[in-house]
């Protein structure tokens, strides 16, 4: 490899009606993917991916590994396709999951039940219209911090930073009357715009504890074996490699901001130059080109891309 490699894998929000149609059809290897999910799942994930419906595959539950399932998929692809292992790994949120089975952590079946229950856990921590989320742009991390502070201060709930993503948007989390009044007071402090995020909970915010308990306790019936290649962590922005770190870090994702940015930054410090975004979407390589505009970022969602990305590695 001429230089060091970085995998991302992507998180909820990536998914759209259609995605994975192209591996299924031209791949065996994402053909097996799509049919063990299902098989430990107990519904057909690959006709919820290709046909929806939109409502039920945008519900965190179905999401959750529905994305994984695809990111997997397209994994399995890029490695039968003879591309060398990964230096470094990262997932936005959801997607740490799939970058944790991708550096062989946890098995296909053990991560899909774990997310599975993880969107369920975390819809129910909330009632529906309780919380919410919006997408800050064009302001620094630390105005949304101060902006938050004080609308906190001046409430009865909870907004913080939930998504640290790139320079100039940071997502912020908490009761939808505190995420609706920092909007507010964002736009007056200078944002280009906030965007209502389209979520059914304020994920990412203490009021996810509940479902990181849960979730913990998952974690004890669940064989969790040293990584392969370290994965850096969204909680805290460093490599992770064993089994107790790792479940530590999963537990506080659910509940602590997202630092994808840092991740990022971190994994340019430890050398990676190319970085692949394996599954539905470009999300990651947008907040990638923002983060630093020298990187190279290459997609990994359907064949022809894995064809290109095993050439230029």
Not at 247 to 252: H, R
């Amino acid at each position: 490899m001429s230089n060091k490699v970085a995998v991302m894998f992507p998180g909820q929000g990536a998914q759209y009606v259609g995605m994975g149609d192209e591996l299924i059809r031209q791949c065996s290897a994402a053909r097996e993917v799509f049919e063990r999910a299902s098989c430990v799942l107990g519904w057909d994930v690959a006709k919820l991916c290709i046909e929806g419906p939109e409502e039920k595959l945008n519900l965190t539950e179905y999401t959750q590994p529905a994305l994984l399932t695809v990111s997997i998929a397209a994994w399995s692809v890029l490695l039968n396709s003879g591309v060398q292992e990964p230096y470094l790994a990262a997932g936005l949120s959801l997607g740490e999951y799939s970058a944790l089975v991708a550096a062989g952590v946890l098995s296909l079946e053990d991560a899909c039940r774990l997310v599975h229950k993880r969107g369920k856990y975390m819809q129910e921590a909330v009632p529906e219209g309780v919380g919410g989320m919006a997408a800050v742009i064009g302001l620094q991390a630390e105005d949304v911090r101060q902006v938050c502070l004080e609308v906190e201060c001046d409430g009865e709930g909870i907004v913080r930073a939930a998504n640290y993503n790139c320079p100039g948007q940071v997502v912020i989390t908490g009761h939808i009357k505190e995420v609706q009044r920092a909007s507010e007071a964002l736009q007056q402090r200078g944002a280009r715009r906030v965007i209502p995020l389209k979520v059914s909970a304020p994920f990412h915010s203490p009021m996810m504890k509940p479902a990181a308990d849960k979730l913990r306790a998952e974690f004890e019936s669940v064989e969790f074996h040293p990584a392969g290649f370290p994965v850096v962590s969204n909680a805290s922005a460093a490599q992770i490699t064993q089994p107790a770190d790792i479940k530590k870090a999963l537990t506080e994702q659910v509940y602590s901001p997202v630092l994808w940015q840092q991740s990022i930054r971190s994994m340019i410090d430890a050398g990676c130059c190319t970085f692949v975004e394996v599954g539905a979407g470009d999300v990651l390589s947008g907040f990638l080109r923002r983060i630093d505009r020298k990187l190279t970022g290459l997609r990994c969602e359907k064949p022809d891309e894995i064809d290109e990305v095993v050439g230029e590695l």
